[in-house]
């Protein structure tokens, strides 16, 4: 550990080097989680730069016929299977026990590689969790100066280092889980500099959200970006959607993991938006939560809601709109006429418009802008957790939080994603290693003072006491064992680039 720590505070210069942009080593602005979000912010959806209309019209060049086709069928499909996804509801996601992860059922694995998102159940006791959760109190008690939003009544709080975040990121069954995660995705390529079993520790904030709170409603959203994912210097780095601009959306693979290596998923330095890979999304519980009790609800379409969160901005109604108009009224938009293919047409001279998209932020989407999608029967409730469960949705879904929180308890997670090795991964853990150290936020979040002066929480040289020596690695403290026998050519590889980007060796 002391070995790490004075490679903490002398990053080799291949490290520096190899962090993408001056713009992304650098701290961000102070901010919360509502700069992340348009709807948040009081921002208002507008047409982006000319050049975004030019960049439409590059990305179908050609393939015009083929994507106007390829949306007829997306729109018969997503008649077909939504009407499926509100008739089942919460039952339509799987789950499974942590005890049984070593024999994932064939259903279980088919679902998710179908809808997304699981349930994890008991992947730390109940009396564990809510024990970091009375432990977070106690940190926010003795720190009223800790950032958070809304001001006038907390939710979501911007901390990172405090000890019941470090157990819970370190904790072999929560790493466990997600190594089992990401085994669900695959890559191309055998010999890609990736690993999914030897996930890093990515520090993310935490939710307390309180009885009657509305302040938290977030909206349909995907985070990883917005306009990036039409980009060619974003997502098109990977070609990640080139099946959706070529017409063929049935033979885009959201679990391909190749592809998404070369992504800048950040081409703004947006507060709050992500620079580092995530394969899941997620959060551990730390509280009994049920629908309408200020929960999360996904969008369990995947592969089908994200071709249709990509083509609509290509799209236009020919009934039930002035013309020139973005969106209809609530009535209009429910309506079988104007929900019916032949309504929509591509348009001829694409518009600057990228629907529910904002430089800087996250994607949004809404039942206005993306009406096939029914948002307000498709989002569906996740089931009853518990404190201890593991939530994760990929991070191609679409997801919301209750509007109201409408129940008597509060609703506390802890948001935890499972993020892979990767060259890119490694680099990050550079960033937040020096964060860790210094009590600043995160990377990906808003900067300024943070924990620093915090009482109570935890230093770097603290860390091993607490957690072991896997946890250790997945923050960028202890070395990668790239010799363990086992090791696909991909893994030995990423983890001996990952140990010289740490600055291990040279």
Known sequence: MLSALRTIRSPTRRAATQIRTTAIQAQRRAGDISDA???????????????????KSRLIKGHENEVRESWDRLLRNLREEIPLIVELGSKIIPEIDFKDL????????????????AVVRQVVSEAEALKWKEDLREYIRHNPQTNAFPADNPQVFELYWSRAQLLARGHPNLLKTHRFLMSYWHTLNPHTPLSTKHPISYADRLRMRLPGDTNFALGAHV???????????????GKVYDSVWKGKWEDFDPWEASCRLPVV?????????????????????????????GTLLVNPLLAKATAYYL??????????????????SEAVT???DFLASDNWVMDATQSSWIHGATPGRAQELSYLLHPHLNLQKSMIHMPEVRPGDYVAWHCDTI???????????????????????????????VRQRENFVNGTPSPDFGGGVGEREHVGRIRAEDLSRLVDENACRAMGLSEWDSNAPGLALGERVILDRANKILGFYE
């Open 265 to 293: 998923a950040d081409l703004h330095q947006g507060v709050g938006a992500c620079t580092a890979f995530r394969m899941f999304q997620g959060w551990l519980s730390l509280s009994n939560t049920k629908a309408f009790e």
């Open 37 to 55: 979000f348009a709807s948040l912010s009081g921002q208002r959806f507008e047409p982006l730069a000319p050049e975004y209309a030019v960049l």
């Open 399 to 429: 997801h919301s939080v209750d509007k109201k929180h409408a129940g008597n308890s509060d609703s506390s997670v802890l948001y935890i994603p499972a993020c892979p090795m990767t060259e890119d991964n490694a680099n990050y853990l």
């Open 334 to 336: 429910n309506s079988d």
């Open 311 to 328: 083509l609509r901005p290509f799209f236009s109604p020919k009934r039930g709109v002035d013309p020139g108009a973005q969106t209809a």
């Open 102 to 117: 070593d024999h994932a059922s064939d259903t279980f694995s088919n679902s998710l590689r179908k809808r997304g998102v």
């Open 223 to 237: 985070d990883g970006g917005s306009v990036e994912r039409w980009s060619e210097e974003g997502y098109g780095l």
